[in-house]
């Protein structure tokens, strides 16, 4: 049995109120009716609906390329070790690996930086009937960038010494326009950030230094980016105030327990794809007599 609406409610940045991320704890796990059920019986549950929410995501998937009238844009932001290629992983697993495609944005190239901040993501989109997923996204440019301006190199307009309000307050417009365009044009936009907490972040950290088979995981800019946390979690605040709305809402995930974020995730779309009342194509009189001739001739051979 999937979530009930007004829980998954609960993880929704509402459209144009003051958000903050401190009202999001990241590390709910449970609500208050399940709270005297204990830790194991809601992490049960939890499996339970990940599960069926799989299978039902795999079949939708089938019907979202057969229906091809929309297409599924997901974005996924967060810290270091929050968790995002794990939820991309389970949340998937049950996807016909031709309907989905994952990408990952690394620094800019030459060509990129000589283009608008948004193009080089234009290029990736999902094209109708499949699922996207941007493990980072065009946020980067204003969450890593706002947190360190000077790798906006040239992108900085020649007579602004530095980024005010103003640039970023037209960044965030830029990017609402986008998203509105993109759902006039039939994408479903569903924007996840994987909130993790200082203190879990530093315990995962950890588990990469202690462990061999993690060691590779781990760089010493990630030690270096967890310095400025104070100031990404504020760039964090702005941006998804600035940009959950109505067409394409953010959603705050819980991810100190990993279950949970994945159960979450998993759950806002299989929602969003339900909401959709996705169909096969009708079969016409014409498509039909065809195919009734194909079984006599097959069946003739």
């Known amino acids: 049995m999937p979530m009930r609406k007004e829980t998954i409610d609960l993880f929704r940045v509402p459209s144009g109120k003051e958000f903050r991320l401190k009202d999001f704890n990241p590390g709910w796990k449970q609500t208050k009716e399940l709270e005297e059920l204990g830790k ?9 609906i990940l599960e069926e929410n799989l299978a039902e995501l795999a079949a939708a998937q089938d019907l979202l390329y057969a229906d091809d009238r929309y297409s599924v844009l997901i974005v996924l932001q967060a810290m270091d070790a929050a968790g995002k290629d794990g939820a991309i992983k389970h949340v ?11 990408f990952s ?20 989109l999902p094209e109708r009937g499949r699922i996207g997923i941007f493990n980072r996204s065009y946020y980067e440019d204003v969450l890593v960038v706002k947190v360190h301006p000077e790798l906006l190199g040239r992108q900085l307009p020649r007579d602004k010494q530095k980024p005010g309000k103003k640039f970023w307050d037209e960044r965030y417009e830029d ?12 994408t479903v936009i569903l924007k996840f950030f994987l909130h993790v907490s200082k203190d879990e972040q530093k315990r995962r950290f950890l588990e990469r230094l202690d462990r061999p088979e993690k060691n590779w ?19 964090y605040e702005d941006a998804l105030s600035a940009t959950s709305t109505e067409w394409a809402p953010w959603y705050v995930v819980p991810a100190d327990y990993k279950w949970v974020s994945r159960v979450v995730v998993a759950d806002v779309i299989t929602t969003a794809l339900r909401d959709l009342e996705l169909t096969y194509p009708e079969v016409t009189d014409e498509q039909t007599k065809r195919l009734a001739d194909a079984r006599v001739r097959l069946a003739a051979e």
Request: charged content about 30%.
């Open 92 to 102: 998937m697993s049950g996807v016909n690996p031709q309907g989905c495609q994952v």
């Open 105 to 124: 944005f690394k620094k800019p190239s030459s060509e990129e930086l000589d283009h608008n901040f948004l193009w080089r993501y234009m290029k990736s």
């Open 217 to 235: 995981k781990f760089s010493p800019s990630d030690l270096e980016e967890r310095g400025y946390w104070d100031d990404y979690m504020k760039a």
């Open 40 to 48: 194991s019986v809601v992490k049960e549950r939890a499996t339970q």
């Open 175 to 186: 990017i609402n326009a986008f998203e509105r365009h993109l759902t006039r044009n039939g």
